[in-house]
């Protein structure tokens, strides 16, 4: 894992993908399941991605799928999510999949470090067919700040 952290701006993206909502335990499996179903549809997509989602307090939410064009055709069982502009924390993630949540750890520690607020957005940028441990761009949503009147 890399430790260089950056600070970007991201436009708005629209990803197509399955809806995930499980318990902590079986969200990991759930994910993979997802993925599964998503590399097995016909999208057209080679890169792939992982977002997080609101869910109950005792359950885990994300969306696995690509980034396309708003016009894109949602293909059956998907749904489209429309992630808004905004600046996030960048960090490469280079390692097993199973040391993503450290690496997303480390950018919550960062932004608190900063005394920057987050919104609890991340997305994951990485996934490929048969979710082999490749490099991921891991990005962390900071909340916009207040304007300063005065």
Not at 42 to 71: H, M, N
């Amino acid at each position: 894992m890399s430790t260089d952290i950056q600070t970007i701006d991201l436009p708005e993206l629209i990803c197509i993908g399955i809806a995930v909502v499980a318990s902590p335990a079986e969200f990991p499996q759930a994910v993979a399941d997802a993925f599964k179903t998503l590399y097995s549809t016909e999208t057209g997509a080679t890169a792939f991605l992982k977002i997080s989602q609101p869910a109950p307090s005792d359950q885990i939410g994300a969306l696995v799928g690509y980034l396309a064009a708003r016009k894109t055709k949602i293909p059956d069982g998907l749904e489209r999510v429309s992630i808004p502009a905004g600046q996030y924390l960048r960090l490469l993630h280079r390692g097993p999949l199973s040391e993503i949540d450290s690496s997303f750890r480390t950018l919550h520690e960062h932004a608190a470090a900063m005394g920057a607020e987050t919104t609890g957005m991340t997305l994951d940028f990485g996934y490929l067919p048969g979710l082999a441990d490749t490099p991921h761009e891991l990005n962390l949503q900071l909340a916009p700040k207040p304007l300063l009147l005065g």
